[in-house]
């Protein structure tokens, strides 16, 4: 689900070179987030991150310190019920080539309030609705969750020598709870054609009248 024009291409593919590099990771891709800030206790979250926005800095910052395991939506009343928008802030040395992969893994999301997840870096911006996760019980206890993950694979273009950034938030419903973020690089990939993976369609209570006949609105994934 897009709400600006962007040019990632939402592929959830294995490039054919096997070249790929970790660029940077955020946590390890264990489906627990044991490694992460405040691991199981999201109310202190308020207490230690609400103050001002996380901004990680890849190099400097450590993930056990400085990025929470839990990034709250605006629906969530304790933690002051707004968007809290999170920045990976990292730096390339060179031009960048070939073609990059920006996978993010959670350990579950809000199962009622399911959050809508954007992502922007390099002027471009997405939005995708995720899954229903497991349940509330996921917040002490990482088992109890439902994973899933988010994987672009995306052009150099969108990327420059010298400071990038990748700006995260849920922009509606609810909190996610990380597992990991990576961002990889095969300098000599070419960016594969788009292919869509899967198309859901799903009704919602919404009623439109058009040209005297009512129509139910769906929502088209």
């Known amino acids: 689900m897009l709400r600006n024009a962007i040019l990632i291409l939402l592929v959830i593919s294995s490039l054919a070179s ?20 405040i691991a199981g206790d999201y109310s202190a979250y308020a207490k230690k991150f609400l103050a001002k926005p996380v901004v990680f800095e890849v190099g400097r910052s450590d993930p056990a310190a400085h990025w929470p395991f839990i990034q709250p939506g605006p ?11 999170r920045t990976i802030r990292f730096t390339l040395a060179g031009e ?9 893994e959670f350990v579950d999301v809000q199962a009622l309030a399911t959050p809508l997840y954007a992502i922007t870096l390099g002027g471009r911006s997405g939005v995708f609705r995720l899954q229903p996760g497991g349940g509330d019980a996921s917040l002490a206890s990482p088992q109890a969750g439902k994973p899933q993950k ?14 990038n950034e990748i700006v995260l938030a849920c922009t509606e419903g ?17 960016t594969p054609e788009p292919d869509v993976q899967s198309v859901r369609v799903t009704g ?17 994934t």
């Open 75 to 85: 629906t969530d009343a304790w933690a002051g019920s707004r968007v809290h928008p």
């Open 150 to 163: 988010i994987e672009l694979v995306l052009p150099a273009a969108v990327f420059r020598k010298g400071t």
């Open 96 to 104: 960048p080539r070939g073609v990059f992969r920006l996978r993010i």
């Open 204 to 220: 919602t209570p919404l009623h439109i009248r058009r040209d005297g006949k009512v129509r139910r609105a769906v929502e088209v």
């Open 174 to 190: 609810s909190w996610v709870l990380y597992d990991a973020l990576t961002l990889l690089n095969d300098p000599d990939a070419k």
């Open 18 to 37: 096997g070249a790929e590099t970790v660029v940077w990771q955020i946590g390890q891709p264990d489906r627990n987030y044991k490694e992460l800030a």
